[in-house]
Nanobody, 119 residues
Framework: QVQLVESGGGLVQAGGSLRLSCAAS????????MGWYRQAPGKQRELVAT???????NYGDSVKGRFTISRDNAKNTVYLQINSLKPEDTAVYYC?????????????WGQGTQVTVSS
């Protein structure tokens, strides 16, 4: 099993920056891809960014150029640097980790951290 704990959310003015962290614990050696997703009120959860264990990244179209995902495998932590925040970035940001449980590939979600951007 894998547990995820996000931190770093908060209230910030438009144009500001935040750094989100997601620390994994439990069977961390089995973790493969990690990522961030977000869900705004009344909207579906959407991809923000993912990163493989080897560091290959993928970004949602709405955040390219402003968000940077990174990962420290030694600390079992994934980060999301968010720059040039916009009010439309307001959402709950969720960490996700894919991991192997025997031959099965599963994924687990964190509890989410709120990011609110004021105009």
């Amino acid at each position: 099993q894998v547990q995820l704990v996000e931190s770093g959310g908060g209230l910030v003015q438009a144009g500001g920056s935040l750094r989100l962290s997601c620390a994994a614990s439990g069977s961390t050696g089995s973790i493969s891809d990690m990522g961030w997703y977000r869900q705004a009120p009344g909207k579906q959860r959407e991809l923000v960014a993912t990163i493989t264990r080897g560091g290959n990244t993928n970004y949602g179209d709405s955040v390219k150029g402003r968000f940077t995902i990174s990962r420290d495998n030694a600390k079992n932590t994934v980060y999301l640097q968010i720059n040039s925040l916009k009010p439309e970035d307001t959402a709950v940001y969720y960490c996700n980790a894919g991991y192997y449980s025997g031959a099965d590939y599963r994924d687990h979600w964190g509890q989410g951290t709120q990011v609110t951007v004021s105009s």
